[in-house]
């Protein structure tokens, strides 16, 4: 059981846009950064946002990060077939002295 | 480019220990904080282990605390996790994972599978 609350699947077609929440509490997204990773089981997650909103170098601007209180969001406009992911959010937890992943949300593309 | 590269996976049974190694290349490995990370078959990513630049300190998943140790040595350029009494439900992929900086883990390995059974 996370500390962390995502939905479990979102979806929309080509071209348009998905929103995936994250929420956490006053230990863990309240005073520290998320980080938002794509997965595709048995291979290597990809960072895709860091510092709330960051993007690492080669990451398309269509991902993007925010974050209010004590919750997270990512977003994902122009929706591509090879968008279609686990997406997770992550963060420290201050009062565990552990990181701490959502449970994942899977995106589907229609 | 930065390579990570994990080994010493298998299967092994229950109770019995495994140690996981983890190679790294292409930056600098003492500036950097690393971490174990795993996957379960049909579950989600769950934090393991981390281990600061320097290795003076060490977190642990609740879950491992008192089983797992994680280390490292620099002058190999390599990340370990000693898994002792390993359980059933501890049959992953493991992953390590560089930290960029505070919790941003900007690159992974491609994992190591470890089945623990019987």
């Known amino acids: 059981q996370s500390v962390l609350t995502q939905p479990p699947s979102v979806s929309a077609a080509p071209g348009q846009k998905v929103s995936i929440s994250c929420s956490g509490s006053?230990?863990?997204?309240?005073?520290?950064?998320v980080s938002w990773y794509q997965h595709l089981p048995g291979t290597a997650p990809n960072l895709l946002i860091y510092d709330n909103s960051k993007r690492p170098s080669g990451i398309p601007d269509r991902f993007s990060g925010s974050k209010s209180g004590t919750s997270a969001t990512l977003g994902i406009t122009g929706l591509q077939t090879g968008d279609e992911a686990d997406y997770y959010c992550?963060?420290?937890?201050?009062?565990?002295?552990?990181?701490?992943f959502g449970p994942g949300t899977k995106v589907t593309v229609l | 480019q930065v390579q990570l590269v994990e080994s010493g996976g298998g299967v092994v049974q229950p109770g019995r220990s495994l140690r996981l190694s983890c190679a790294a290349s292409?930056?600098?490995?003492?500036?950097?904080?690393m971490n174990w990370v795993r996957q379960a078959p049909g579950k989600g990513l769950e934090w393991v282990a981390s281990?600061?630049?320097?290795?003076?300190?060490?977190y642990y998943a609740e879950s491992v605390k008192g089983r797992f140790t994680i280390s490292r040595d620099d002058s190999k350029n390599s990340l370990y996790l000693q898994m002792n009494s390993l359980r059933a439900e501890e049959t992953a992929l493991y992953y390590c994972?560089?930290?960029?900086?505070?919790?941003?883990?900007?690159?992974w390995g491609q994992g190591t599978l470890v089945t623990v059974s019987s």
């Open positions: 994972a560089r930290d960029k900086f505070a919790g941003d883990l900007d690159y």
């Open positions: 281990i600061s630049y320097d290795g003076r300190q060490k």
């Open positions: 292409g930056f600098t490995f003492n500036s950097y904080a």
């Open positions: 006053s230990s863990n997204i309240g005073n520290n950064f």
């Open positions: 992550g963060t420290w937890d201050s009062s565990l002295s552990a990181y701490v």
